[in-house]
């Protein structure tokens, strides 16, 4: 550790610390564009300045490593007035776009010109203009005239994703960020650039013109695109809509970053997307009465000691607390023994990364964990074939699908919903809408998708993580383990009736 002092307080912090981070842990605000703690030292923006004990000139924070005896001022007139002075540079050609910028609300220019600005322009000079509206390929927009070079995504570029495709062209203020020969971004990291971007230069597609930031609220979880289990935010508005997702950093599992196929994963969690009411045939009904049905014909098959007519379907989408309260009913409780998955074992056998980065051949994010939790239940798994097959001989005639967001199910489903006839009971528990189409006779109960749930994930590492969101996106969907218990109940209650004959 390293004693250092800032603005005449003692502090302790671990030695090799940058000092903009070091400052930022105690609360101290250096203000800075092109340092990001998981790039290179640029030392290019001149926002950081601080004084040091002894030294006559200004340092830039962000080349100081923290060692015993550091002494720094970062609030002193002289600081103050290079840190002002520094921003109207990077204000001087800068276009004042701000009411159709995407980056308002969170521009690292608005935010620094309210605390460090507030100065008099002294420009006369009509402003540099550059080219706007630059087509990066089939993620990123860049507006060259709103770009402060600060090289974030130069070096992103260099030494992370390792496409090398941005550069800084041509000198003085005709200094422009561009990508070689205009060419688009390539690779699985395209995103990036625009989270690292402090102002509105690059942004995303698939968000701009969406949202005002400020409108957006923030939760915790971690990415269901693969087994990797990068960490995010999801930004939602009034947990009614998802509008993205950002990389929440990590330092073991994601770093500061995420790919673009996980990114985008939200989708599926939206609206038009989303079973929002249980259905039987594809007309709505009330919710308990669905949960009343599905108990009344799983109690002919229980009561009739027929469980080996019951087939279930589960996928690592689920967390290990999903799991465990699908199991605890299913097997501890109606003694069901018929389980059917893809080859999940073959999927975290052959698990590897796609691009020597995050993301991870393995598209699911809790194979290792529903792996685990399957063999504390001891259940064994058939094949999709085995239960195609079972479903055509009429071996099993109460069938119970756990399908989750997204398309691969549905894919994978497809021959296994062609072999039921009409004289199969079958529940589908899903936020999906289209697993309650593929299924179109299907008794259909909506649930939670990934982002709204809470429990635990195991990744490819045997990492459990836990997602924990906070908002509910469909009155009537519900989360797994409420739907075990409302069926428990159902179940209970409808046994009761039996035997008293009410
Ligand atoms: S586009 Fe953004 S990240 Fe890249 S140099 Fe310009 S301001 Fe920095
Ligand atoms: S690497 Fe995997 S977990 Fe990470 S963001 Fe991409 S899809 Fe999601
Ligand atoms: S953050 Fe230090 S020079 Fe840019």
Same mark, same amino acid.
């Given at each position: 550790m390293a004693k250092i002092t800032i603005n005449g307080k003692e502090l302790t912090v671990a030695d090799g610390t940058n000092l903009v981070d070091a400052a930022e842990e105690h609360g101290i605000d250096i203000p800075h564009y092109c340092y990001h703690p998981g790039l290179s030292i640029a030392g290019q923006c001149r926002m950081c300045y601080v004084e040091q004990e002894g030294n006559p000139k200004l340092q830039v924070a962000c080349n100081m490593k923290c060692s015993d005896g550091l002494k720094v001022t970062t609030d002193s007139a002289r600081v103050k007035d290079a840190v002002k002075w520094s921003l109207e540079f990077h204000l001087v050609n800068h276009p004042i776009d701000c009411p159709i910028c995407d980056q308002a609300g969170e521009c690292g220019l608005q935010d620094y010109y309210m605390k460090h600005g507030q100065y008099q322009s002294e420009m006369h000079e009509d402003k540099v203009h550059k080219e706007k509206v630059v087509d990066l390929g089939d993620n990123v927009v860049l507006d060259k005239e709103r770009c402060i070079l600060c090289s974030r995504c130069v070096r992103f570029t260099a030494e992370v994703s390792k496409t090398n495709e941005f550069g800084i062209f041509n000198r003085g203020d005709r200094s422009v960020i561009g990508t070689v020969d205009d060419k688009p971004l390539t690779g699985n990291y395209t995103v990036n650039t625009v989270d690292i971007c402090p102002v509105g230069a690059l942004t995303s597609k698939d968000f701009r013109f969406e949202q005002r930031v400020w409108f957006l609220d923030s939760a915790e979880s971690v990415c269901n695109g693969c087994s990797k289990g990068c960490n995010v935010f999801i930004h939602h508005k009034k947990g009614r809509h998802i509008y993205r997702l950002k990389p929440r950093f990590n330092e073991t599992v994601n770093s500061y970053w995420m790919c673009d196929k996980g990114r985008y994963t939200y989708k599926d969690s939206n609206y038009d997307r989303r079973l929002t009411h249980a259905k039987l045939l594809g007309v709505d009904l009330p919710h308990d009465e669905a949960i009343s049905m599905w108990a009344a014909d799983l109690n002919v098959f229980t009561s009739t000691e027929r469980m080996d007519e019951i087939g =279930?379907? /589960? #996928? !690592? &989408?689920?967390?290990?607390? $999903? @799991?465990? %309260?699908?199991?605890?009913?299913?097997?501890?409780?109606?003694?069901?023994?018929?389980?059917?998955?893809?080859?999940?074992?073959?999927?975290?056998?052959?698990?590897?990364?796609?691009?020597?980065?995050?993301?991870?051949?393995?598209?699911?994010?809790?194979?290792?964990?529903?792996?685990?939790?399957?063999?504390?239940?001891?259940?064994?798994?058939?094949?999709?074939?085995?239960?195609?097959?079972?479903?055509?001989?009429?071996?099993?005639?109460?069938?119970?699908?756990?399908?989750?967001?997204?398309?691969?199910?549905?894919?994978?489903?497809?021959?296994?919903?062609?072999?039921?006839?009409?004289?199969?009971?079958? =529940?589908? /528990? #899903? !936020? &999906?809408?289209?697993?309650? $189409? @593929?299924? %179109?006779?299907?008794?259909?109960?909506?649930?939670?998708?990934?982002?709204?749930?809470?429990?635990?994930?195991?990744?490819?590492?045997?990492?459990?993580?836990?997602?924990?969101?906070?908002?509910?996106?469909?009155?009537e969907a519900f989360s797994i383990e409420s739907v075990m218990k409302q069926l428990a109940d159902a179940q209970s209650s409808g046994r009761k009736k039996e035997r008293t004959g009410s």
């Open positions: =279930v379907y /589960l #996928t !690592p &989408n689920q967390t290990n607390e $999903e @799991l465990s %309260a699908l199991l605890e009913l299913f097997v501890n409780k109606f003694k069901i023994t018929k389980f059917f998955a893809e080859d999940v074992e073959g999927l975290v056998k052959a698990d590897s990364a796609v691009d020597n980065f995050l993301l991870r051949s393995d598209p699911y994010p809790n194979s290792k964990g529903f792996l685990e939790t399957l063999k504390k239940f001891g259940v064994k798994l058939g094949s999709l074939s085995d239960m195609a097959q079972s479903i055509e001989k009429q071996r099993l005639m109460h069938l119970i699908f756990v399908v989750p967001e997204g398309q691969r199910q549905i894919t994978q489903l497809t021959g296994v919903a062609e072999a039921i006839r009409p004289d199969h009971f079958v =529940v589908v /528990l #899903t !936020p &999906n809408r289209f697993a309650q $189409e @593929l299924f %179109a006779s299907s008794l259909s109960i909506p649930t939670l998708s990934h982002f709204e749930k809470t429990g635990t994930v195991v990744n490819h590492g045997g990492l459990a993580q836990k997602i924990s969101s906070n908002f509910k996106m469909f009155k």
